[in-house]
């Protein structure tokens, strides 16, 4: 479980995180979604005791982390944003070096457990500088797991995988949050962001909305139009009074319009993906 | 102290898993050793000498002889010129110059003093010196001889004044014996401070510090971790050195080995907390090295290393007293050279526990600083 409450942090004046709120429960998978410099990164430092906020409270696995930070640090994985492993050292020994962190007695047996559960067992004697990038991934999710947190922090953790591993990854990221721990994961990939339970909008250091993947999609269609122009101009498109956004999408025009966008006929409404979402909730924003 | 020993055995690891590192270790000390102790003497033997011997009577004979003796000087070159003394000490084909004048013995027999011409060359002021000395006392052992010989036939007196010399400590002033003592202190200094400030560095500048900070290892374990196996491999080099010392040149303990061990052990507690030091001024391991570098030059040059602190201007001789392998090397070569215990140099022993103090408080101070963002 983690509960943010108005979390502020500036660096040298400039606003990183501004009041951002959000709660994470146990078994839930949470992607907090934004472009780069909206204040993921921060956020998932401040909540696992890095980082000091400048305002605000955070709660993470039941105890207040500005007031515990060393019982935080002992109940959390956290897989930073560069799979942060030791090249020089075995896929083994980099896991048993992080399970001597956090459980000495039990280190053998926690890393036996998590060798097969990731499929790594062939893997156990091999340098993790001569493993592939997926494969050294999947150690840097092993390592954040073994010692079996109650709260899992990802930091971008599918950053530069081709397709297939970022689903094994994701598979895996599931599979922890099925055994009942809270998952913070940060992405900037709108695809991966549908895999969540539920998702924070992170934008310029503000949660812009939460919710499940169909419920933002639900409360951006209450709010515009999402459209679809087969065979339309782009420029002829853009200009229509109304219109927020359009781009070239296959044989036609996207668009998305506002609610009284006086439209006429050949326009189709579309689902919208996440992206488009997104794309809205930030031209409001201030 | 289980997250201690697990990353100090990571780090163990990490050491052994290096092709290169494992065996510099070992090697490196070693060779310095062997290069300060066989290599670079600083007692001059076999001086190249050109000399032009006019006499060709008993007195150049018994100088020649005198000169020869402990293998001090050898005749590189015999001119048939006094110019020729010079020109062959400009070429490098000698670098004393001796002119013996003509009628050496008869200027004697007559009670006259014999005006030997001596040219050194001058070009390094520490060969210069101790050529001088040679000859000086070559010179003297063949005045010495023909006094005693006119004193027994009733002519002539003694000298007023004649020293009789002991050399403590060192008597054959052999540099081995000088050297090792520093060179365990040079060695404590490189292989603490570097090794330590490279390894932490190394771990900022590969994105790991920020997961072990977000582990349960607290800022003191993380030191700790750290710092341990250094300190057991540069104790262990420190041993190996002095091992070799002993057995290979015959250095002697003859003080207390604990006394030798307690100075060696606060003054790498010292070092490590510097390395510790300068990893959190340091952001890549390229300015790690060179940090070092910057701590460990005044330790080449002020410690009393080679160059002995008594011949430096007065502000150096001050400075010196800011080096702590200073008082590290004074105890070294108290302990095994002097055989002097804690009475003498319980100063030293004070002054090295200061340093470490001092250091390992400013290392924990900057260290908790920095990682308390």
């Known amino acids: 479980m983690v509960h943010a409450e108005e979390v502020t942090r500036s660096f040298g004046g400039v606003k990183a995180l501004d009041r951002v709120s959000l709660f994470v429960g146990s078994g839930e998978v949470f992607g907090l979604l934004g472009p780069n410099g909206a204040g993921k990164t921060t956020l998932v430092r401040i909540l696992s005791g890095v980082l000091r906020p400048d305002g605000g409270r955070a709660w993470v696995a039941g105890l207040e982390v500005g007031k515990e930070p060393e019982g935080v640090k002992a109940r959390i994985g956290y897989a930073t944003q560069e799979a942060s492993v030791y090249r020089d050292l075995t896929v083994e020994e980099n896991l048993l070096f992080r399970a001597r962190l956090y459980r000495p007695k039990e280190a053998r047996a926690l890393v036996e457990e998590i060798l097969s559960r990731f499929g790594l067992q062939p893997y156990a004697r091999s340098l993790a500088g001569h493993l592939s990038g997926g494969w050294r991934q999947r150690l840097a999710l092993a390592q954040a797991v073994v010692h079996r947190p109650e709260v899992l922090f990802l930091d971008e953790p599918t950053t530069g995988l081709d397709p297939l591993s970022r689903r094994r990854i994701w598979d895996l990221i599931h599979q922890e949050a099925a055994r009942g721990a809270a998952v913070l994961v940060t992405t900037h990939y709108m695809d991966e962001a549908e895999r969540c339970h539920r998702l924070a909008l992170l934008y310029g250091g503000r949660v812009l909305a939460t919710g499940t993947p169909q419920e933002l999609k639900a409360l951006a269609q209450a709010r515009a139009r999402f459209l679809f122009v087969p065979g339309g101009s782009l420029e002829a498109v853009a200009a229509l009074p109304g219109v927020l956004e359009a781009w070239p999408s296959g044989e036609g025009v996207r668009l998305i319009a506002k609610k009284d966008a006086p439209l006429g006929e050949g326009f189709q409404e579309v689902a919208p993906s996440l992206e488009d979402v997104f794309a809205l909730l930030t031209r409001e924003a201030p | ?373």
């Open chain 2, 1 to 373: 102290m289980n997250r201690i020993l697990a990353l100090a055995e990571k780090e163990f690891l990490q050491i052994r898993r290096d092709r290169v590192l494992p065996r510099l270790i070992v090697l490196l000390p070693s060779l310095m050793l062997l290069l300060f102790g066989y290599a670079i003497n600083f007692t001059l033997k076999h001086i190249p000498l050109a000399l032009h011997d006019a006499a060709q009577d008993r007195i150049s004979q018994a100088l020649l002889a005198a000169l020869g003796e402990e293998e001090r000087f050898r005749l590189a070159y015999t001119a048939q010129t006094p110019e020729e003394v010079v020109e062959a000490v400009d070429r490098g084909r000698a670098r004393v110059g001796l002119v013996v004048p003509p009628g050496a013995l008869e200027r004697v027999r007559r009670g006259e003093s014999v005006a030997l011409e001596v040219y050194v060359d001058g070009t390094d002021p520490n060969f210069a010196f101790q050529a001088q000395a040679a000859l000086r006392r070559a010179i003297q052992e063949v005045n010495a001889r023909i006094q005693v010989g006119r004193a027994l036939a009733g002519e002539a007196v003694l000298p007023p004044l004649s020293p009789s010399l002991h050399t403590l400590y060192n008597p054959e002033n052999k540099t081995a014996w000088f050297m090792i003592p520093g060179i365990i202190g040079l060695v404590l200094t490189m292989f603490t401070v570097l090794l330590t400030a490279l390894s932490i560095v190394r771990e900022v500048e590969s994105r790991m510090m920020e997961s072990l900070l977000a582990s349960p290892l607290r800022p003191h374990e993380m030191v700790l971790g750290k710092v341990l196996p250094y300190l057991v491999i540069a104790f262990g080099v420190a041993l190996l050195v002095l091992a070799l010392g002993h057995w290979v040149f015959g250095v002697p303990v003859r003080g207390s080995l604990a006394l030798l061990l307690l100075a060696m052990f606060l003054f790498v507690l010292g070092s490590l907390a510097a390395g510790v030091l300068i990893s959190t001024l340091a952001r890549t391991q390229v300015q790690a090295v060179f940090g070092t570098y910057a701590y460990a030059f005044p330790t080449i040059f002020l410690s009393g290393f080679v160059f002995p602190i008594d011949g430096m201007p007065r502000f150096f001789q001050f400075l010196s007293y800011l080096v702590p392998a200073r008082y590290l090397i004074e105890v070294l070569r108290g302990v095994m050279l002097k055989g002097v215990g804690l009475g003498v140099l319980w100063p030293h022993l004070l002054a090295l526990a200061l340093f470490s103090a001092l250091v390992l408080f400013l290392a924990s101070a900057r260290f908790q600083r920095q990682v308390a963002v």
